[in-house]
């Protein structure tokens, strides 16, 4: 299967680590490490992945790989790029920063953007979960619109998170960056192709995954890649591809109804039983359709 | 080589000589001139580095870290907001054990907003993990740069170090110096080798989670390791001392204190405009000196002992307070003592916040009120108008 390395000891994220049964973004985050490949140094944020892959003394990862603060793996990766070109190894090595939806597109988007209108060479990485699921699912700048979270719960007078999610892959692309694209965990070959061809340009590169969390998503673990496949076939969670401001590609659709996906999922079962609410989430899918021409 | 030069450009100049690889900083008064010299060095082509203008101070600190995690010397400056912003990054750079070296132009932090010169800065990330150092003068600025990196990359060390150059006072101030030639720097400092870095070809964690089962201890290897710098410090000061053919660095200096019965302890410029005062009372017979603190951090307790044990009359007089408790300077110094038994009577004087004028004036005023037993922490130099108001 693409993005598997066969023999499981050359992964380059372990296993062994400590994430639930079930984790989209453990998947997603070894696809991404094996395509990178060995000669690759990781700027990691605070969240999940830190936690469950790095408890000391213990390490999963078998790339060089760097922990320092929630808001700040792009920054730190701008210094790890800045002394590569330093040590004249930046033709040599890669590098990734990473980090969840909370931790990119909200308290890191300063260092985000820095890094991109900077120019650095790092391909960055958010694995999108649509909350802050590392504290307990608390809403962040990317849940979707009517989710129930921690922090945006469902109640006489509320119907969950009330704005829809923060534009974050048009935000990167409009840093006019060479390459930018959102893939999901659900297709595993499409994340290979993309972390390989951003790899390949010089300059900043942005990658956001949809991973399914099934704590925070209230879903059965065995269908994380089902739940995922379905954000896609609805149109809630697009698969585009820009380079240099262009959208080259997109993952063309038979488009399913959105109840398919919310059904499965405790934090929008609130949803099937209000149909004004449910209609607004519609509309959301529904103008993804139409801005990218998802629908064959 | 003997020159007359402004503050921050004898800085940008020596931190240049150091040879840092990755600079990274965004502007704040006073800190600016520093920054800006070190990229027209890069610029015109005399100094191969990296400079890395950020969008934030808080990047700023992340951008060295990221960089000295890859085995690359770094260097950054900051003042007063800047360096609140970046404390969380400090705290994390020290725990991570990366020899970053940082020039805190020191400058008071708002409200209200303030670009003048205090100590309220530094004092704030004083339990961090970093090594601190406040210069006198522009000659002394210059020379603890350079024992800054010596102690922060010495392997036994291997901590982040600080170097408290205060505002204006120093930063825009001309001063003949003498600056150290390119290779006596580089023969004292030779290229970085650190104890572990980022490298794909031995790929290692750095920054793991510690659990309740090894967090402790890492705070404890720190605490021990702040405890040897302390003999690093003196070390590298001798050697480089050597190197220069004059005196420098070092822990503290005691100035006159040999047989005086009233010593005062301060830290950065303020302590040159002590030392006139004492030359001044001394002249009229009055036993009285002044202990400048070099090295605040790791706390030289030995050395500031010694300089105090034989005093009747300790006034600690520092540019920061602790607002709702005792000035830091002062607390450390009453505790120290206390412990030693010493007799000394401590005081404390809270001085020159937000840039206020020190004068000799005000000095000699302090060494008169060192004999008052107040208990208190006293401002000296307000302004009693603007209090009725």
Not at chain 1, 189 to 205: F, H, M
Request: glycine share 8%.
């Amino acid at each position: 299967m693409a993005g598997v390395v066969a023999d499981p000891k050359r992964h380059l994220l372990a296993s062994g680590h400590t994430a639930c049964a079930g984790c989209g973004q453990a998947i997603a985050a070894r696809i991404v490490a094996n395509a990178a490949g060995p000669k690759t140094i990781i700027s990691n944020a605070t969240g999940c992945l830190e936690v469950f892959t790095t408890k000391a003394p213990q390490s999963a990862w078998r790339v060089a790989w760097i922990h320092s603060l929630f808001e700040n793996a792009a920054a730190v990766a701008s210094g790890i790029e800045a002394a590569l070109r330093y040590l004249g190894r930046i033709d040599e090595v890669k590098v990734i920063a990473q980090g969840g939806d909370g931790g990119t597109a909200d308290i890191g988007m300063g260092a985000l953007s820095g890094m991109l209108e900077r120019g650095h060479g790092i391909l960055y990485v958010c694995y999108d979960n649509e909350a802050y699921m590392n504290t307990g699912v608390q809403r962040s700048g990317l849940t979707p619109l009517d989710s129930n979270t921690t922090t945006s719960p469902v109640g006489k007078r509320s119907h969950g998170n009330p704005r829809p999610k923060k534009p974050l892959l048009e935000i990167a692309v409009a840093h006019n960056i060479p390459y930018a694209a959102s893939a999901s965990v659900a297709y595993p070959a499409d994340i290979e192709r993309k972390v390989k061809k951003a790899l390949e340009y010089k300059g900043p590169k942005f990658l956001q995954i949809h991973v399914p969390c099934p704590l925070g998503w209230r879903h059965d673990p065995s269908l994380t890649v089902e739940i995922a496949r379905l954000a896609v076939e609805t149109g809630l969670y697009p698969l585009v591809e820009y380079e240099n401001g262009k959208v080259v590609s997109v993952r063309k659709v038979k488009v399913k109804p959105v109840e398919e996906y919310l059904k499965l999922q405790g934090r929008f079962r609130h949803l099937l039983k209000e149909p004004e609410v449910l209609e607004e989430v519609r509309k959301v899918a529904q103008a993804n359709i139409e801005k990218y021409g998802l629908a064959i | 080589m003997k020159k007359f030069v402004e503050g921050s450009h004898a800085i940008a100049e020596i931190i240049a000589k150091c040879r840092p690889g990755v600079i990274s900083a965004y502007p704040i008064t006073p800190q600016t001139h520093i920054v800006e010299g070190l990229a027209k060095l890069i610029a015109d082509g005399e100094l191969d580095a990296e400079f890395i203008n950020v969008e934030s101070e808080h990047s700023a600190a992340s951008v060295v870290l990221g960089a000295s995690a890859t085995g690359v010397r770094v260097y950054t400056a900051t003042s007063s907001q800047g360096l609140l912003l970046m404390a969380e990054v400090l705290f994390n750079i020290a725990g991570m054990r990366l020899p970053v070296v940082l020039t805190c132009a020191n400058r008071a932090v708002s409200a209200p907003i303030n670009i003048w010169n205090d100590h309220q800065d530094s004092m704030t990330v004083r339990d961090s993990g970093w090594i601190q150092f406040y210069a006198e003068n522009i000659q002394e600025a210059i020379d603890l740069h350079v024992i800054a990196y010596k102690v922060a990359e010495d392997k036994r060390i291997s901590l982040p170090a600080l170097v408290g150059i205060d505002g204006y006072v120093l930063t825009h101030a001309f001063e003949v110096v003498d600056m150290p030639e390119e290779d006596q720097v580089q023969s004292f400092l030779p290229p970085l080798d650190p104890v572990v870095k980022l490298d794909p070809d031995d790929p290692k964690s750095m920054g793991l989670l510690g659990a309740p089962d090894v967090y402790m201890e890492t705070r404890y290897a720190i605490a021990k390791t702040m405890e040897d710098a302390l003999g690093v410090i003196k070390e590298a000061s001798e050697a480089y001392s050597q190197v220069v053919g004059r005196k420098v660095g070092g822990l503290v200096e005691a100035y006159r204190v040999e047989d005086a019965e009233k010593v005062l302890v301060a830290m950065g410029s303020l302590v040159g405009t002590i030392k006139d005062v004492v030359d001044e009372l001394r002249e009229k017979g009055e036993k009285v000196g002044v202990l400048k603190i070099i090295t605040y951090r790791p706390f030289p307790k030995d050395e500031i002992y010694e300089a105090l044990k034989g005093a009747k009359y300790v006034g600690v007089v520092e540019k920061a307070v602790s607002l709702g408790a005792d000035s830091p300077l002062f607390s450390e110094v009453a505790s120290l003592l206390y412990k030693k038994g010493a007799d000394a009577k401590v005081n404390s004087f809270t001085v020159g916040l937000g840039g206020r004028d020190i004068s000799p004036a005000q000095i000699r005023q302090i060494f008169q009120e060192v004999e008052k037993d107040e208990g208190e922490s006293r401002f000296i130099g307000l302004n009693e108008k603007l209090l009725e108001a």
